[in-house]
C-alpha cells in the first residue's frame, strides 16, 4: 500500500516562503517519478511540477516557473517543493503524487496518482 505523507504547509505573507516535504513509502521510491498538485477553494486540482524518477527532468506550471523548486532526496524517501516569492494565489491544499510505474522518463501528469492527504498553504496579502 502506497503511503504519501505532506507536511510544511502553513500561514505565510505575500513575499515569503515555505519548503513542503512528502515521505513516501510502499515502493522503492527512487524508481519512480513525484510530483505536486495543488487546489484552491472552487477551483480545479492544478498540476504543479513534477519529477522523473532520476531527476533528469521536471515540470513547472507556467504560474510557478521561477518561484517554485523540486527536489528529491532519495535516502529519505523525500520529495520537497521548495515555494519562494509567494502570492496569495498560491493559497491551495498542496498534495503530493507518485508515478503509477517505474522508471517512466515523463512527467506529464496523467502518470502520476494521489494518495496523501494534503497540507494547506495559506498567502495572505
Known amino acids: 500500500q502506497v503511503q504519501l505523507v505532506e507536511s510544511g504547509g502553513g500561514l505565510v505573507q505575500a513575499g515569503g516562503s515555505l519548503r513542503l516535504s512528502c515521505v513516501a513509502s510502499g515502493r522503492t521510491f527512487s524508481r519512480y517519478g513525484m510530483g505536486w498538485f495543488r487546489q484552491a477553494p472552487g477551483k480545479e486540482r492544478e498540476f504543479v511540477v513534477g519529477i522523473t524518477w532520476s531527476g533528469a527532468d521536471t515540470y513547472y506550471a507556467d504560474s510557478v516557473k521561477g518561484r517554485f523548486t523540486i527536489s528529491r532526496d532519495n535516502a529519505k524517501n523525500t520529495v520537497y517543493l521548495q515555494m519562494n516569492r509567494l502570492k496569495p494565489e498560491d493559497t491551495a491544499v498542496y498534495y503530493c503524487?507518485?508515478?503509477?510505474?517505474?522508471?517512466?522518463?515523463?512527467?506529464?501528469?496523467?502518470?502520476?496518482?494521489?494518495w496523501g492527504q494534503g497540507t494547506l498553504v495559506y498567502v495572505s496579502s
Open positions: 503524487a507518485i508515478h503509477t510505474a517505474p522508471y517512466l522518463t515523463t512527467v506529464a501528469e496523467g502518470y502520476l496518482e494521489l
